[in-house]
């Protein structure tokens, strides 16, 4: 073997080592981030008197699988769970992750509220962005739905129902009015349950108060309503 044959197969293995040890080296970094952040997350829910889970298995509820953005993808996992009461109703506050196809893991904290009397009509509220890129089957099947007279509304999200008249009257001026002041909520709900998210943005723990008066904002807008 000559010696600049040497040399090259000697670089391309220092290579190969070099890759490996960063590929190891940022894999024990994300597991130690992954460990803090269940820490942090399970201090604060303590706090707030939450029940805690580090990982939970909710994917066969019934309420659970209404929602488009947890019956889609493959590999999907809650972790981080808290459950409790907030603006006196039950909520459970996550972290949910799946993938799409051949595609990166998408990672969400999600917001779910239960609504004790009310029962609204099944919907999903995306922003256009967000909505484009989902092949959902309620996007392929669902009616589109625009509100009247709202145009800068209608160009932040795409909206989709069983019933569009039903859904219109979920969204009083109000609703609408906050809704525009945050054009990267994305809101599901149905029956029962209403889920508020920002699509692939995980919560910091130090961002959870801002987390709840946000999706406790959009959570009051529903609670109240008379169809």
């Keep these: 073997m000559s010696g600049s044959s040497s040399w090259i197969i000697a670089v391309v293995y220092l290579g190969g080592v ?10 024990i970094y994300m597991a130690g981030h ?16 939450f029940r805690f889970r580090r990982q939970a298995n909710s994917m066969q509820r019934a309420w659970f699988m209404r929602f488009p953005l947890f019956r889609s993808g493959r590999r999907r996992r809650i972790r981080n769970a808290m459950k409790g009461r907030f603006l006196n109703a039950d909520v459970r506050v996550f972290d949910f992750s799946s993938a799409h196809g ?20 099944t919907f999903c509220l995306w922003p256009h962005s967000i909505a484009a890129q989902r092949d959902e089957p309620m996007r392929r099947q669902e009616r589109l739905i625009d509100m ?8 932040l999200f795409e909206m989709r129902g069983v019933n569009p008249m039903t859904v219109r009257k979920l969204f009083h001026s109000r609703t609408l009015d906050f809704l525009e002041r945050h054009p990267d909520l ?7 349950w209403i889920a508020v998210y920002r699509y692939d943005y995980r919560t910091r723990p130090n961002e959870l108060h801002d987390l709840f008066r946000v999706t406790g904002q959009a959570f009051r807008a529903f609670r109240y309503w008379k169809g």
């Excluded at 051949?102 to 009509?121: D, N, Q």
């Excluded at 009247?148 to 160009?155: C, I, Q």
């Design 18 to 27: 070099s890759v490996g040890a960063a590929c190891l080296g940022t894999t």
């Design 34 to 49: 992954e460990r803090r952040r269940t820490m942090q997350l399970a201090r604060i829910a303590n706090r707030l008197g």
């Design 102 to 121: 051949e595609g990166p893991i998408h990672r969400h904290t999600v917001a779910v509220y239960k609504l004790s009397e009310r029962r609204i009509p």
């Design 148 to 155: 009247p007279g709202r145009p800068h509304f209608n160009a």
């Design 186 to 192: 994305c809101i599901e709900g149905g029956g029962q």
